[in-house]
Protein backbone atom coordinates (compact mmCIF):
# COMPACT_ATOMS: atom_id res chain seq x y z
CA UNK A 1 0.00 0.00 0.00
CA UNK A 2 1.24 3.44 -0.81
CA UNK A 3 2.57 5.73 2.14
CA UNK A 4 3.09 9.50 0.86
CA UNK A 5 0.75 11.23 -0.55
CA UNK A 6 2.11 14.06 -2.61
CA UNK A 7 0.74 16.92 -3.81
CA UNK A 8 0.45 18.19 -6.61
CA UNK A 9 -0.39 15.73 -8.99
CA UNK A 10 0.98 17.31 -11.66
CA UNK A 11 2.68 20.66 -11.55
CA UNK A 12 3.95 22.94 -15.23
CA UNK A 13 5.76 26.19 -14.32
CA UNK A 14 8.24 27.91 -16.54
CA UNK A 15 12.08 27.83 -16.55
CA UNK A 16 13.73 29.73 -13.83
CA UNK A 17 10.38 29.69 -11.41
CA UNK A 18 10.51 27.88 -8.15
CA UNK A 19 8.53 24.39 -7.58
CA UNK A 20 7.34 23.08 -4.67
CA UNK A 21 5.99 19.62 -4.19
CA UNK A 22 4.60 18.47 -0.58
CA UNK A 23 4.23 15.12 0.77
CA UNK A 24 2.11 13.49 3.77
CA UNK A 25 2.74 10.42 5.62
CA UNK A 26 0.12 8.32 8.48
CA UNK A 27 2.93 6.57 10.67
CA UNK A 28 6.09 7.21 12.46
CA UNK A 29 9.80 7.26 10.23
CA UNK A 30 13.14 7.24 10.94
CA UNK A 31 13.65 8.89 7.76
CA UNK A 32 11.69 10.73 4.72
CA UNK A 33 13.53 10.38 1.13
CA UNK A 34 13.07 12.32 -2.23
CA UNK A 35 13.78 10.94 -5.59
CA UNK A 36 13.48 12.34 -9.09
CA UNK A 37 12.26 9.42 -11.71
CA UNK A 38 12.88 10.67 -15.57
CA UNK A 39 10.57 8.99 -18.31
CA UNK A 40 11.47 5.56 -18.82
CA UNK A 41 14.59 5.20 -16.21
CA UNK A 42 14.96 4.19 -12.82
CA UNK A 43 14.71 6.21 -9.29
CA UNK A 44 17.72 8.80 -8.83
CA UNK A 45 17.99 9.46 -4.95
CA UNK A 46 18.13 13.42 -4.11
CA UNK A 47 18.02 13.93 -0.15
CA UNK A 48 17.25 11.97 2.85
CA UNK A 49 16.12 13.68 5.77
CA UNK A 50 16.28 11.86 9.46
CA UNK A 51 12.93 12.51 11.38
CA UNK A 52 15.06 14.85 13.88
CA UNK A 53 15.86 16.66 11.56
CA UNK A 54 14.11 20.04 10.19
CA UNK A 55 15.30 21.07 7.04
CA UNK A 56 18.11 19.84 4.55
CA UNK A 57 19.64 21.81 1.58
CA UNK A 58 21.50 19.98 -1.56
CA UNK A 59 22.31 22.42 -4.47
CA UNK A 60 18.31 24.23 -5.65
CA UNK A 61 16.74 21.84 -3.68
CA UNK A 62 15.06 22.30 -0.06
CA UNK A 63 13.67 19.85 1.90
CA UNK A 64 11.42 20.54 4.79
CA UNK A 65 10.06 17.57 7.16
CA UNK A 66 7.33 18.72 9.89
CA UNK A 67 7.11 15.13 12.32
CA UNK A 68 4.14 17.03 14.10
CA UNK A 69 2.28 16.87 11.25
CA UNK A 70 3.71 14.31 9.28
CA UNK A 71 4.26 16.26 5.92
CA UNK A 72 7.63 17.22 3.48
CA UNK A 73 8.26 19.69 1.35
CA UNK A 74 10.42 19.67 -1.32
CA UNK A 75 11.39 23.12 -3.00
CA UNK A 76 13.86 23.21 -6.22
CA UNK A 77 14.59 26.63 -7.17
CA UNK A 78 15.51 28.41 -10.47
CA UNK A 79 14.15 25.33 -12.02
CA UNK A 80 15.56 23.99 -15.56
CA UNK A 81 13.64 22.29 -18.15
CA UNK A 82 16.43 19.37 -17.20
CA UNK A 83 14.48 19.42 -14.15
CA UNK A 84 10.97 17.80 -16.10
CA UNK A 85 10.50 14.67 -14.11
CA UNK A 86 8.50 13.03 -11.39
CA UNK A 87 9.15 13.53 -7.94
CA UNK A 88 8.27 10.66 -5.44
CA UNK A 89 8.71 10.96 -1.27
CA UNK A 90 9.24 7.35 0.81
CA UNK A 91 9.80 6.34 3.98
CA UNK A 92 10.31 3.59 6.07
CA UNK A 93 7.62 3.58 8.94
CA UNK A 94 9.92 3.63 11.56
CA UNK A 95 11.31 -0.02 10.12
CA UNK A 96 14.97 -0.73 9.83
CA UNK A 97 14.84 -3.25 7.55
CA UNK A 98 15.06 -0.88 4.34
CA UNK A 99 11.88 -1.49 2.69
CA UNK A 100 10.64 2.07 1.21
CA UNK A 101 6.81 3.06 0.33
CA UNK A 102 6.43 5.45 -1.90
CA UNK A 103 3.59 7.96 -2.76
CA UNK A 104 2.23 8.28 -6.23
CA UNK A 105 4.68 11.06 -7.45
CA UNK A 106 4.24 14.38 -8.50
CA UNK A 107 4.57 14.97 -12.14
CA UNK A 108 6.81 18.34 -12.72
CA UNK A 109 7.28 19.75 -16.62
CA UNK A 110 9.31 23.06 -16.60
CA UNK A 111 8.55 24.49 -19.69
CA UNK A 112 11.87 26.72 -21.45
CA UNK B 1 31.07 3.44 -10.54
CA UNK B 2 28.85 1.08 -12.16
CA UNK B 3 25.39 1.23 -11.19
CA UNK B 4 22.72 -0.74 -10.32
CA UNK B 5 22.08 -2.81 -14.13
CA UNK B 6 19.03 -4.66 -14.65
CA UNK B 7 18.35 -6.94 -17.90
CA UNK B 8 16.38 -7.28 -19.92
CA UNK B 9 14.87 -3.58 -19.95
CA UNK B 10 12.01 -5.01 -22.04
CA UNK B 11 10.46 -8.09 -22.11
CA UNK B 12 6.98 -8.98 -23.74
CA UNK B 13 5.68 -12.93 -23.31
CA UNK B 14 2.43 -14.56 -23.35
CA UNK B 15 0.49 -15.05 -20.47
CA UNK B 16 0.89 -18.31 -18.91
CA UNK B 17 4.54 -18.55 -19.81
CA UNK B 18 7.27 -17.77 -17.17
CA UNK B 19 9.64 -15.36 -17.24
CA UNK B 20 13.12 -14.33 -15.49
CA UNK B 21 14.51 -11.32 -14.50
CA UNK B 22 17.76 -10.22 -13.84
CA UNK B 23 19.35 -7.31 -11.72
CA UNK B 24 22.85 -6.71 -10.89
CA UNK B 25 23.66 -4.42 -7.64
CA UNK B 26 26.24 -2.08 -7.18
CA UNK B 27 29.61 -4.45 -6.25
CA UNK B 28 29.82 -4.39 -2.47
CA UNK B 29 26.20 -3.32 -1.73
CA UNK B 30 25.16 -5.72 0.89
CA UNK B 31 21.03 -5.22 0.63
CA UNK B 32 18.93 -5.55 -2.38
CA UNK B 33 15.29 -4.67 -3.11
CA UNK B 34 12.63 -5.56 -5.79
CA UNK B 35 10.05 -3.27 -6.45
CA UNK B 36 6.57 -3.55 -8.70
CA UNK B 37 5.76 0.05 -10.63
CA UNK B 38 2.12 0.11 -12.22
CA UNK B 39 1.94 2.71 -14.92
CA UNK B 40 0.87 6.08 -13.43
CA UNK B 41 2.01 4.88 -9.49
CA UNK B 42 4.79 4.67 -7.35
CA UNK B 43 7.33 1.72 -6.45
CA UNK B 44 5.42 -0.70 -4.53
CA UNK B 45 8.14 -3.42 -2.55
CA UNK B 46 8.31 -7.15 -3.57
CA UNK B 47 11.04 -8.37 -1.79
CA UNK B 48 14.47 -7.86 0.19
CA UNK B 49 17.61 -9.52 0.52
CA UNK B 50 20.73 -9.18 2.62
CA UNK B 51 23.34 -10.80 1.22
CA UNK B 52 22.12 -14.66 -0.02
CA UNK B 53 19.05 -14.36 2.82
CA UNK B 54 15.78 -13.36 2.17
CA UNK B 55 14.51 -11.68 5.06
CA UNK B 56 11.14 -10.05 3.65
CA UNK B 57 8.75 -11.48 0.83
CA UNK B 58 5.81 -9.84 2.20
CA UNK B 59 5.26 -8.32 -0.64
CA UNK B 60 5.54 -10.58 -3.42
CA UNK B 61 1.69 -10.74 -4.69
CA UNK B 62 1.19 -14.39 -5.17
CA UNK B 63 3.01 -17.97 -5.11
CA UNK B 64 4.24 -17.09 -8.75
CA UNK B 65 6.69 -14.79 -7.57
CA UNK B 66 9.77 -15.82 -6.66
CA UNK B 67 13.59 -14.41 -6.29
CA UNK B 68 16.26 -15.33 -5.10
CA UNK B 69 19.94 -14.27 -4.78
CA UNK B 70 21.67 -17.51 -4.20
CA UNK B 71 25.41 -15.92 -3.94
CA UNK B 72 24.34 -12.63 -2.29
CA UNK B 73 25.32 -10.46 -6.12
CA UNK B 74 23.26 -10.97 -8.77
CA UNK B 75 19.35 -11.84 -7.87
CA UNK B 76 16.72 -13.17 -10.36
CA UNK B 77 12.85 -12.36 -10.06
CA UNK B 78 10.86 -15.04 -11.68
CA UNK B 79 7.44 -15.03 -12.48
CA UNK B 80 5.58 -18.17 -13.15
CA UNK B 81 2.23 -18.52 -15.58
CA UNK B 82 2.37 -14.86 -15.99
CA UNK B 83 -1.03 -12.74 -15.92
CA UNK B 84 -1.95 -9.61 -17.19
CA UNK B 85 -2.09 -8.14 -13.96
CA UNK B 86 1.60 -8.95 -13.93
CA UNK B 87 2.43 -5.66 -17.08
CA UNK B 88 4.24 -3.53 -14.90
CA UNK B 89 7.78 -2.21 -14.84
CA UNK B 90 9.91 -4.29 -12.44
CA UNK B 91 13.08 -2.49 -10.41
CA UNK B 92 15.98 -3.58 -8.50
CA UNK B 93 17.60 -1.45 -5.78
CA UNK B 94 20.55 -1.34 -3.57
CA UNK B 95 21.95 -0.17 -0.50
CA UNK B 96 25.12 -0.45 1.06
CA UNK B 97 24.45 -1.47 4.37
CA UNK B 98 21.74 -4.22 6.00
CA UNK B 99 19.10 -3.56 8.55
CA UNK B 100 20.45 0.23 9.02
CA UNK B 101 18.52 3.37 9.09
CA UNK B 102 19.40 6.33 7.19
CA UNK B 103 20.21 4.88 3.32
CA UNK B 104 19.66 5.96 -0.10
CA UNK B 105 19.02 3.07 -2.69
CA UNK B 106 20.25 2.86 -5.55
CA UNK B 107 17.77 1.67 -8.50
CA UNK B 108 18.45 0.25 -11.84
CA UNK B 109 16.43 1.24 -15.04
CA UNK B 110 14.35 -1.59 -14.69
CA UNK B 111 12.55 -4.14 -16.53
CA UNK B 112 9.16 -3.66 -18.34
CA UNK B 113 7.50 -6.59 -18.64
CA UNK B 114 4.09 -6.50 -20.62
CA UNK B 115 1.75 -9.88 -21.16
CA UNK B 116 0.04 -10.23 -24.30
Known amino acids: SQQGEEDPQALSIQEGENATMNCSYK?????LQWYRQNSGRGLVHLIL?????REKHSGRLRVTLDTSKKSSSLLITASRAADTASYFC????????????FGRGTQLTVWP | GAGVSQSPRYKVAKRGQDVALRCDPI?????LFWYQQALGQGPEFLTY????????KSGLPSDRFFAERPEGSVSTLKIQRTQQEDSAVYLC??????????????FGDGTRLSIL
Open chain 1, 49 to 53: IRSNE
Open chain 2, 49 to 56: FQNEAQLD
Open chain 1, 90 to 101: ATDRGSTLGRLY
Open chain 2, 27 to 31: SGHVS
Open chain 2, 93 to 106: ASSLQGLQRHQPQH
Open chain 1, 27 to 31: TSINN
